[in-house]
């Protein structure tokens, strides 16, 4: 029996076969990550959240005419992290699959790490007495930025080499077994083949600390004696790393310049390589992402999915959104691909730096040159008989309050060919509340928008 592929306003449409829905051969697929864009009622803007103080008149007319609900993607177990939150909003269930974050950011730079190495994220981080400084990595500092003030590309590396340099003399023994990847700005990767048991380490991700001592967040065991001897490697490096940069030319022309420093180098995010069915494999149809974050980039990989690079993408409100609107609406009329995501990390990044008038400008930014011509092109695809969908959510919550993500139920919205209004009157949480549909499992929304049987699931 074929389901009902409009269905009752308050279901989704599951299961139906791709070509009875539109009468050429396949829907087209468009998927929006306004990452960390959920948030909570701010008393800057009134009471009312980032979504609903933004002129978003193009996510509210797609929300009118689509189905609007919630979504878990922080399954029990686990924390509110991007890795664990993209994989679910992609359709990967993270009980089964994750294995750690740092090992899916390596397969964006291309790293082959052994089935037995363990693959660790580190942060070039700010730490000091108060926001505006005086920065420092003394003993009773504080965690003030987990990406050393947005630090550029350029500079990021020439620290991680002063770093690797640095950690040879003072750290030998840890550091042989090391290999120090630079990947984005702050974001790199470090590899240890020692076979060291890191599986009952705990380490912190920074920016779940802001504000808080940073070396009550250092790396400890939750294990044995290897557990421990592990712990203390990681602590070694994270200590040492405090003597390369008060001095380095870096940090002085930041400084000079009004820039925060990066004071230490921060471990964490380990895992060893996971192992993911394809996305085809599963659905059937062909990929791509586009993202300025090496995270949702190695998911990609993962998946089969290829990675557009668009130039002028960045992971803060600098990027040129109206680029990424463009390549998502290239990837499926241009260059045939079956499914586009489109990641957008500023509304994170303003999050984290509780800074909500750029969380809003960027809302707004995305819904004028992401949303607007995504919406335009499904229009246009449905008038030539082709179809189209587009799911627009959050992977999960930033809040400006806290700076931290939150693992609250985040809103979705899927409009287009085959998807009937359940009512939603505007893109934001309270709307996506309001029509009590709930998705337990965030994995399982994927299929539901596809509208694709998965192939042994």
């Known amino acids: 029996m074929t389901p009902n592929c409009t269905g009752p306003a308050n279901k989704l449409a599951a299961g139906c076969p791709r070509r009875s829905l ?22 800057q803007l009134e009471g009312r959240t980032p979504f609903q103080a933004a002129h978003t008149p193009s996510l509210d007319a797609l929300a009118t005419r689509g189905q609007m609900g919630v979504a878990k993607t922080t399954p029990p177990g686990f924390e509110a992290g991007s890795d664990v939150c993209s994989m679910s909003l992609l359709g990967y269930d993270p009980a089964k699959y994750h294995t750690g974050r740092a090992p899916l950011e390596a397969a964006s730079l291309g790293l082959k790490p052994g089935p037995r190495d ?6 070039l981080i700010t730490t000091g007495a108060s926001t505006s400084g005086p920065y420092s990595a003394s003993d009773d500092a504080l965690m003030i930025d987990h990406s050393a003030g947005a630090i550029s590309d350029a500079e990021a590396r020439t620290l991680i080499a002063s770093l690797v340099e640095h950690w040879k003399a003072a750290a030998p023994e840890a550091a ?33 600390v802001p504000g808080e001592s940073w070396r009550s967040h250092l790396p400890v ?50 895992g060893v390589k996971p192992s993911m069915p394809a996305f085809e494999q599963r659905f059937g149809i062909r990929g791509s992402m586009i993202t300025a974050v090496d995270l949702l980039s190695g998911i990609a990989a993962y998946m089969g999915w290829d990675r ?12 040129d959104y109206a680029a ?12 045939n691909y079956d499914i586009v995501c489109c990641h957008v990390e500023a509304p994170d990044e ?8 750029t969380k809003v400008a960027a809302i707004e930014s995305i819904d004028r040159h992401i949303i607007a011509p995504v919406a335009a092109c499904m229009a246009k695809l449905e008038r030539q008989g082709e179809g189209c969908r587009v799911l627009v959510m959050p992977d999960h919550y930033t809040l400006v309050s806290t700076r931290k993500h939150d693992a609250t139920p985040v809103p979705f919205l899927i409009a287009g060919t085959g998807i009937a209004s359940n009512g939603a009157k505007a893109f934001d949480e309270s709307n996506a509340a309001l029509t009590n549909l709930v998705i ?7 299929s539901h928008f596809l509208g694709i049987k998965e192939n042994n699931p």
């Not at 337990?440 to 994927?446: E, I, P």
Request: with cysteine; aromatic share 6%; proline share 6%.
């Open 22 to 43: 539109v009468s050429s051969s396949c829907l087209k697929y468009i998927i929006v990550i306004p990452d960390g864009g959920a948030d909570f009622p701010l008393d």
């Open 118 to 123: 363990c693959i660790f994220r580190l942060n």
């Open 176 to 208: 042989s077994t090391m290999t120090l990847t630079p990947g984005v700005s702050y974001r790199n990767i470090l590899i240890d083949s020692s076979e060291r048991i890191y599986s009952e380490v705990k380490t912190t991700p920074p920016h779940a």
């Open 221 to 270: 065991s939750n294990g044995g004696a290897q557990s421990a001897e592990a712990s203390k490697v990681l602590q070694s490096l994270t200590l040492a790393s405090r003597e390369v940069f008060p001095d380095h030319p870096v940090n002085k022309a930041r400084l000079a310049s009004g820039k925060r420093p990066a004071t230490m180098a921060w471990i964490w995010g380990q």
């Open 308 to 319: 557009l690079d668009v130039p002028g993408v960045t992971s803060y409100h600098d990027t």
């Open 324 to 335: 990424q609107g463009r390549a998502a609406v290239d990837a499926v009329t241009q260059k």
């Open 350 to 357: 303003a999050s984290h730096q509780a800074d909500w008038k």
């Open 440 to 446: 337990d499992r965030g994995h399982d929304l994927m």
